[in-house]
């Protein structure tokens, strides 16, 4: 896997001439690095959830929600379900190579007019800065909404 997402990156690498910076059409070809990035936010989701207001009275499995009422919708629960992921708790980027996952299955960035804006510039910085490694690899994570890495999740950047 991290063989893969190595060639992807070298192949790059190499179509550069020197001091040739990064560009969009570079970011599109990292397919399987991107790949890999979704799987790691299936599992565990970047963010966990958030809130909605029930602008109706509706009916959900059984349950009444009356209009007004906060909902809270998770991430996680939608990105694990074995109807859509089969086998959830493997690691296996290969699921979002064709078609991908249906329309609304697959939500770390959530979905319809509330999309994260910031999905994009998020997708960006996570291929640019793809090779890292951590200094604490035991750092403790701290459940806050979102995970939080107690120590500020220090990394080691690598210069190619
Ligand atoms: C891995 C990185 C990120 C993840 C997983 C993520 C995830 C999410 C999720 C799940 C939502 C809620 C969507 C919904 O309510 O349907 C959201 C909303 C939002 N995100 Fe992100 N986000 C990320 C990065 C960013 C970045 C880098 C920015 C800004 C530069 C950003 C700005 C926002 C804003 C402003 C909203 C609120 C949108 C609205 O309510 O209309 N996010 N994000």
């Known amino acids: 896997m991290l063989i893969v997402c190595e060639s992807e990156q070298s192949e790059i690498m190499a179509s550069k001439k020197s001091g040739e910076l990064l560009e969009w059409d570079d970011m599109q070809k990292m397919k399987y690095s991107w790949n890999v990035a979704c799987e790691g936010m299936r599992l565990t989701a970047p963010l966990q959830g958030t809130f909605r207001e029930a602008i109706t009275d509706f009916t959900y499995a059984g349950f009444t ?53 910031g999905k994009e510039y998020a997708r960006l910085a996570m291929l640019t800065f793809l090779k890292w490694e951590t200094v604490l690899p035991n750092e403790k994570i701290i459940g806050d909404m979102m995970p939080t890495p107690e120590q500020g999740l220090p990394i080691r950047l690598q210069l190619h």
């Open 65 to 117: 929600i009356p209009k007004g009422w906060k909902i809270y919708w998770t991430v996680s629960t939608r990105n694990k379900n074995s109807e859509y992921f089969p086998d959830p708790e493997k690691f296996d980027p290969s699921r979002y190579e064709g078609n991908g996952p249906v329309p609304f299955t697959y939500v770390p960035f959530g979905g319809g007019p509330r999309l994260c804006p």
